[in-house]
């Protein structure tokens, strides 16, 4: 299952050539992360990620430019894979059939108060296999 996330654009995240930066694009991916695995896992009713987490990569294809609107750009996130110590959370920016971008994310659980990498926890493990999407892979990179 996919999670899908609307993220509004801002005049501001326009560049020079008048379409959307690219580092814009790993803000929007930041919230949609964000909205997938504080919000929703929260509104399962899971103490998923309350512990802390941090990102390990990220890795982005830019395949079209983005222009800015009012309208937003749809995120589309799942879990591409997950094992005991990380997770790689996959996306697709896009609108319709146009994808602007795709892209992956591992995850590592993180114990804030102990400043080290932690183990999944079991809740984690079951918010995570809800939202795998083992047929769409890791977001096919190009």
């Known amino acids: 299952m996919r999670h899908q996330y609307h993220c ?3 005049w501001a995240d326009m560049d ?8 814009i694009f790993l803000r929007y991916l930041e919230e949609a ?10 509104q399962a ?3 998923a990620f309350t512990g ?13 430019p983005l222009h800015h609107r009012h309208e ?18 996959a996306y697709e920016i ?6 602007y971008a795709r892209a992956s994310t591992v995850i590592v659980p993180f114990n ?9 926890t079991a809740e984690e493990k079951m918010f995570l296999e809800k939202y795998r999407d083992d047929e769409a892979g890791s977001a096919s990179l190009v």
Request: no cysteine; net charge positive.
């Open 8 to 10: 509004p654009l801002r």
């Open 16 to 23: 020079s050539f008048g379409h959307v930066n690219n580092v």
């Open 33 to 42: 992360r964000i909205d997938f695995m504080f919000r929703l896992a929260r």
């Open 45 to 47: 009713e899971s103490g």
């Open 52 to 64: 802390g987490s941090v990102v390990a990569r990220h890795e982005i294809d830019y395949l079209k």
């Open 72 to 89: 937003p750009v749809l995120i589309e996130i799942w879990v591409a894979e997950f094992g005991n110590a990380s997770a790689t959370v």
């Open 94 to 99: 896009k609108d319709g059939e146009t994808v």
């Open 112 to 120: 804030l108060a102990a400043g080290r990498p932690r183990r999944l």
